[in-house]
């Protein structure tokens, strides 16, 4: 067992864990923020990314005890309030989503994105961002145009 | 049409909970005093298990029980079944073997359930079951069709020899035979339809909860049909009684069919429960579990052959084909190449004689059953690869070949128990080779090769029968059940509406496009309605989500409910108003007297419905009612898909440069969430053709396929953005029109692909997925033939 | 996973006390790793993370070299302006690693140690003929790799950074495996001091290697007609679902003209 601290969508948390405890378990299990989840096995399918200091990780990949000492975003931390975070509204206005399993993965991976390259987004280099974030419902079509319309308005907020 | 009403772009109500990661799906659910589970499983294809030593697991940390099939037979619980009787061609019934929850003798498959261990924790559980010590003794294993069949192959159940569980016709062969011995031409192809693995994004869960108190079962379970899971648990596996066992499946990941079925993984969370006496025992899948253990699908492999006469008519079709069943029958596999997959091989065309035989063989591989599509699939894929084909070998364009055998006469019967009711092909072929610029193609071909590219386009006209489907017919045919779909409406005091439906939405919107029935109906706003399903105490009975019935035989229930809630608000409204029954109609939520101004709000007719201080004479109090609704005959969605592709010579990749897509689903009540129903069709359709493929060791029978890094996935740089469009014949067989939109995509698009790709590099021996590999080798092939 | 333990520690001389054990593995991104464990196919008994360690950290110019710690993830290499600026073939191999959120852990030193054959950062260590670091010496990178999954890494001993020397024309190019999205074959190209390396992952069935025959000639004229017909035996190429042996011969030999001309 160790004892772990960290921050996690603004609040300070601190639990004790086996050493082998993930950090998606810690955050899904012992926090109970269960709207980041584990799709595969093999670190690929993405629904379990979180933000770890600001990057996107996935949280699958990552002992909770890596984790300590830092501070956490999860799709549960990005809303202000009942105001949605620009990327949550484009997922909405723009169907890209289905069966919502992937789509806490997908905004959080958006986010990063967005982060990293700026507003000005074209097709094909968000088809090659979205690599490690695997969706079975939607073919893509209308996440490629959510991540587009988030950009956008987030364009014109700035 | 209203902003909210049928017809409209209307945002998704459900939405909210899942992009603010508030969605509760099983796994979320922490039950008090709750233990997991884990399974011990095969390692081999077959085996006879000799010894089980459970002694070092129930000694490791945390371990409540270790329990073996053993246990499980002396508490009576029966196996898993298959709910659809299909007879052999001599008239016996099919050969279902038996299928424990738990192995006792014989393992079938790898990960075939051995054993399984409850423990205070998930971390616990997996520990203690690599500690129990399965003694087992290595059988031969058979994963391929052919080979299953073949004499002296290994056999997996007693009952079915040669590994055929039944061997299965329809059409009339004589006829056949001698529209073939007439043709002017014969095209022949032996077609190959790959094993997929379903994997939606959320892997299955089962809690199981047993109050002793009460001798009650509750399951929480990653299901499309908790109705059906209920029946199956109580009536046939004899978990427990029907009144005694609750199935809540809260929201599910995605289903496309792998999600139907009663597993055995369930079947033992509930009976593990009281075993232990009463703690919840939670089973979640890890990825590799799914890819052992949930239901494939597809896997066919075909000889088939189309006769042509000299004015390039289609005069037969005969088809022979081996599908793999895997290791046990599992719920409704042996309906899936039968009566979803045979039925459907007139295609979009007039073909006065088919014939069919389908064998269904057994394999040590997981068991095969529905996948998004389910039958159709495997069905378009034989009759447009060869159109295209006869069209290559006649010579003439694939666009007339089509188009010369279109049906155009509605209603038209084919020889394969289908009866088309309504449709118009040519639109929807208009509509795709229109939108994808298909006379100027040759302009593009050359432009490609100056850049080294192969160009190709392809083309695909499918039809698929859904809804599925009058229960009588269905029962004739062997249906272990009717299909009909139940709802019920409930009209608070305060004129809000919840709509208690059979339906079950995993991604499909059903909170959306059913409130906005609603709309259309009643004038509420649809933030007033609530979409109450997935929950066996709350709504009375349903048969589920798949087969894209939900619309047409979902909504048909609760447009008949509705009917009934019309009326009687009419016939209280015309008491409290004075005025006539005849005269009353209900608009943007208000209940009038036609041409008059007198009205009320709907709110205040349910209020008096509730306060029942002024009654009709002889009506009950409460607005509520409900209704069944049994589909008259299939729907039929059909449609037209042009793929164009662009394939690198030099490493044999292929790039999809465009998709397009003309459906026909009679009406649509929200094409926003249409358009979305078929990019994601179209994804799977795509990803079979191209990238998607089942593949076991065939020696040892592993998977080698058996994660998403052997699995390929489509990702979104694999696929191209969607150019969709509709056209409408509507649906004469219920009240809404609707045909279901659901499968289409992954019904169409396959051929499409390897139609394309096959005219991009010239040789037509290509099998799916056409992997950058597989294509390499097709060109390797066609230069060592030109030289 | 199996039960473990976890350490954090703080300082180079920790790190290697706390790895000179066999039962001890050190963690870096994890990104393989922790994968690796989460199947149960490793158990190590201690986990030590290098991430605290400031030794492993940086990006600087080293005379014509490129120098970048050990602890550097793939994204920070990604984004180096410094990079970009001296090796872009390099700041595009690591953009081209994993996905992005791999990219954020998994590090140039986690990589180079666990020499996966299918690997990108092999290929560059190999053609740019880098120098690798560690806590006790600096090895060449033509005496690092000891095919699959091998390396002349003792126990205890930790690399530190990896200096590339920075050379005139360079390129990679990666045929992804479709699901994995680990090279099917990689292929990088290089040229530096007039002297040409060609390296190849993801394809040798005993890791990462050179394709020697094509260097010759490149070196005296670097163009896609100087690989010619080279490319390697297909009988020592990987074999899976992916790609048989002959595929992956030919795809060497395809990346490497493109690497050439696109350098």
Redesign the interface.
């Known amino acids: 067992m160790?004892t772990i601290a960290m921050q996690v969508n603004g609040k300070e948390v601190t639990a004790d864990v086996?050493?082998?405890t993930?950090l998606v378990q810690y955050i899904?299990?012992s926090l109970?923020?269960?709207?980041?989840?584990?799709?595969?096995?093999?670190?690929?399918?993405?629904?379990c990314?979180v933000h770890?200091d600001g990057?996107?990780?996935?949280s699958?990949?990552?002992?909770a005890?890596?984790a300590?000492g830092k501070t956490i975003t999860?799709?549960?931390g990005i809303?202000d309030g009942d105001t949605?975070d620009p990327i949550?509204v484009a997922?909405?206005?723009n169907?890209g989503?289905?069966?919502?399993?992937?789509?806490?993965g997908m905004?959080m991976?958006t986010k990063?994105?967005i982060a990293?390259h700026g507003t000005d987004l074209d097709?094909k280099t968000?088809?090659?961002?979205?690599?490690?974030?695997?969706?079975?419902?939607?073919?893509?079509?209308?996440?490629?145009k959510s991540i587009q319309a988030a950009a956008s308005a987030m364009a014109a907020a700035e | 049409m209203g902003a909210e009403g049928l017809g409209a772009r209307v945002?998704?109500k459900?939405?909210?909970?899942?992009?603010?990661?508030?969605?509760?799906?099983t796994?979320?659910y922490?039950l008090k005093d709750t233990t997991y589970a884990a399974f011990v499983r095969s390692p081999h294809a077959h085996a006879r298990i000799k010894n089980i030593d459970v002694s070092a697991a129930e000694a490791a940390p945390g371990v409540v029980a270790v329990l073996t099939g053993s246990q499980l037979t002396d508490d009576k619980i029966g196996g898993m079944i298959c709910g659809w009787m299909v007879h052999s061609k001599d008239g016996s019934p099919m050969n279902a073997g038996a299928h424990p929850a738990i192995a006792v003798d014989i393992v079938k498959h790898v990960g075939d359930q051995v054993a399984v261990v409850i423990a205070e924790t998930n971390?616990q559980a997996r520990d203690a079951a690599e500690l129990v010590e399965v003694d087992y003794e290595e059988l031969p294993a058979v994963v391929n069709l052919k080979a299953a069949v073949k004499d002296g192959a290994p056999q997996l159940h007693p009952e079915a020899a040669n590994n055929i569980s039944f061997d299965w016709a329809i059409g009339e062969k004589d006829a056949t035979e001698a529209a073939f011995a007439a043709a002017a031409n014969v095209v022949s192809m032996d077609i190959t339809n790959n094993r997929l693995v379903p994997?939606?994004?959320?892997?299955r869960v089962a809690i199981g909860s047993y109050d002793p108190a009460e001798e009650h079962y509750t399951l929480y379970n990653t299901s499309q049909n908790p109705h059906l899971a209920r029946l199956i648990l109580s009536a046939f596996v004899g978990v427990a009684p029907e009144h005694k066992l609750r199935v809540i499946a809260p929201?599910?990941?995605?289903g496309?069919g792998s999600k139907i079925f009663v597993y055995p993984e369930e079947t033992v969370c509930l009976w593990a429960s009281k075993r232990i006496g009463g703690r919840p025992v939670k089973w979640t899948s890890?990825?590799?579990e799914a890819f052992l253990v949930d239901a494939h699908g597809r896997d066919h492999v075909t000889e088939a052959e189309m006769a042509l006469d000299e004015n390039n008519k289609i005069t037969g079709l005969r088809v022979h084909t081996l599908a793999n069943i895997g290791a046990y029958m599992s719920t409704f596999s042996s309906a899936v190449p039968t009566y979803l997959h045979a039925t459907l091989l007139s295609g979009q065309y007039n073909i006065p004689n088919i014939y069919a035989e389908i064998d269904a063989v057994y394999t040590n591989t997981s068991p095969v059953d529905a996948y998004r599509g389910a039958g159709r699939p495997e069905a378009t894929y034989v009759v447009e690869r060869l159109m295209e084909t006869a069209a290559r070998q006649l010579g003439i364009s694939p666009v007339e070949l089509r188009r010369t055998n279109f049906i155009t006469e509605f209603p038209h019967q084919t020889p394969v128990i289908m009866a088309y009711d309504a449709g118009d092909y040519e639109a929807s072929l208009s509509a795709a080779l229109s939108a994808s610029d298909y006379d100027a193609f040759e302009t593009r071909r050359e432009e490609a090769r100056s850049r080294g590219k192969l160009r190709g386009i392809g083309l695909s006209c499918y039809i698929e029968a859904c809804g599925i489907a009058p229960s009588a017919a269905v029962g004739s045919l062997g249906a272990g059940v009717g299909l009909w779909e139940s709802a019920e409406i409930r009209v608070n005091p305060v004129g809000t509406v919840e709509v208690l439906t059979g339906s079950h939405s995993?991604?499909?919107?059903h909170e959306t496009t059913f409130a906005q029935l609603v709309n259309e109906r009643l004038g509420i706003p649809i933030e007033n309605v609530q979409i109450v399903h997935g929950d066996t105490d709350k709504v009375q009975f349903g048969m589920g989500t798949y087969g894209s019935r939900s619309g047409a035989v979902g909504m048909s229930a609760i447009s008949k409910a509705l009917d009934k809630i019309e009326a009687k608000t009419k016939k209280l409204a015309a008491h409290l108003l004075e005025a006539s029954e005849a005269d009353i109609v209900i608009e943007g939520g208000q209940v009038k007297v036609a041409g008059t101004d007198q009205a009320l709000g709907f709110h205040e007719v349910a209020l008096a419905a509730y306060t029942a201080h002024n009654m009709p004479e002889g009506m009950e109090p409460g607005l509520k009612e409900g209704a069944f609704y049994d589909p008259t005959n299939f729907t039929f969605p059909a449609g037209s898909y042009v793929c164009e592709v662009e394939v690198d010579p030099e490493t044999g990749r292929t790039e999809i440069v465009q998709f397009v897509a003309a459906d026909d689903f009679g009406t649509i009540i929200n094409p926003?969430?249409v358009?979305?129903q078929v990019?994601?069709?179209?994804?799977?359709g795509i990803g079979q053709a191209l990238l998607e493929g089942c593949v076991y060791d065939e020696d040892t029978g592993q998977l080698i396929t058996a994660?998403?890094?052997d699995y390929t996935?489509?990702?979104?740089?694999d696929?191209p953005?969607?150019q969709v469009s509709t056209t409408k014949t509507e649906c004469p067989g219920n009240p809404l029109g609707m045909k279901g939109c659901g499968e289409a995509?992954a019904i169409g698009s396959p051929p499409a692909v390897i139609n394309a790709i096959t005219d991009a590099i010239g040789n037509n021996n290509l099998s799916m997925p056409a992997t950058p590999l597989k294509v390499w080798q097709a060109l390797q092939q066609t230069s060592a033939a030109a030289e | 996973?199996?039960?473990?333990?976890?350490h954090?520690p703080a300082t180079l001389d920790e790190a290697i006390k706390l790895g000179s054990n066999d039962e001890a593995k050190y963690?870096s991104g994890?990104?393989t790793l922790?994968?690796t464990?989460?199947?149960r196919l490793a158990s190590p008994e201690s986990?030590v993370?290098l991430?605290g360690l400031s030794e492993l950290q940086g990006i600087r110019a080293d005379g014509g070299s490129l120098s970048i710690g050990a602890g550097m993830t793939h994204?920070d290499v990604a984004?180096s302006a410094q990079v970009r600026e001296m090796i872009p073939a390099l700041a595009d191999l690591a953009g081209g690693i994993?996905?992005?959120?791999?990219r954020?852990?998994g590090t140039l030193g986690g990589s180079v140690a666990n020499n996966d054959p299918s690997a990108d950062y092999p290929a560059a260590v190999l053609a740019l003929n880098a120098t690798i670091y560690t806590n006790k010496r600096e090895i060449s990178a033509d005496s690092f790799f000891n095919g699959l999954f091998e390396t002349v890494l003792e126990e205890g001993e930790i690399i530190t950074r990896i200096s590339f020397p920075v050379p005139s024309k360079a390129n990679y190019q990666k045929f992804d495996s479709p699901a994995?999205?680990y090279a099917l074959v990689g292929v990088f190209a290089a040229r530096t001091d007039g002297n040409c390396r060609v390296a190849v992952t993801g394809a040798g069935n005993d890791g990462v290697f050179r394709m020697e025959a094509a260097e010759g000639a490149l070196s005296a004229s670097w163009s896609a007609d100087s690989v010619g017909k080279n490319r390697p035996d297909p009988d020592d190429m990987i074999v899976d679902l992916h790609g048989t042996g002959e595929y992956r011969a030919h795809l060497v030999n395809v990346l490497a003209k493109r690497a050439v001309t696109a350098a």
């Open positions: 160790t086996e050493d082998r993930l899904r299990e109970g923020l269960t709207g980041t989840h584990v799709g595969c096995d093999t670190s690929q399918c993405g629904a990314v770890v990057k996107a990780v996935k699958c990949t990552m002992l005890a890596q300590a999860t799709i549960e809303a949605l949550q997922f909405h206005e169907h989503l289905q069966c919502g399993f992937c789509t806490p905004i991976a990063d994105m990293r097709e968000i088809r090659s961002e979205l690599e490690g974030n695997i969706c079975r419902c939607t073919g893509y079509h209308n996440i490629v | 945002l998704r459900e939405d909210k909970r899942f992009i603010t990661g508030r969605g509760r799906y796994d979320d922490d971390g994997n939606p994004m959320e892997p929201d599910v990941g995605g496309f890890d990825r590799t995993h991604g499909q919107g926003m969430i358009d979305g990019h994601g069709g179209l994804a799977q994660s998403f890094m996935m489509p990702r979104a740089d696929l953005n969607f995509g | 996973m199996y039960q473990t333990t976890y954090r963690l994890g990104q922790i994968p464990m989460k199947q986990l993370d991430s994204a984004s994993g996905d992005p959120h791999v954020n852990m994995s999205r």
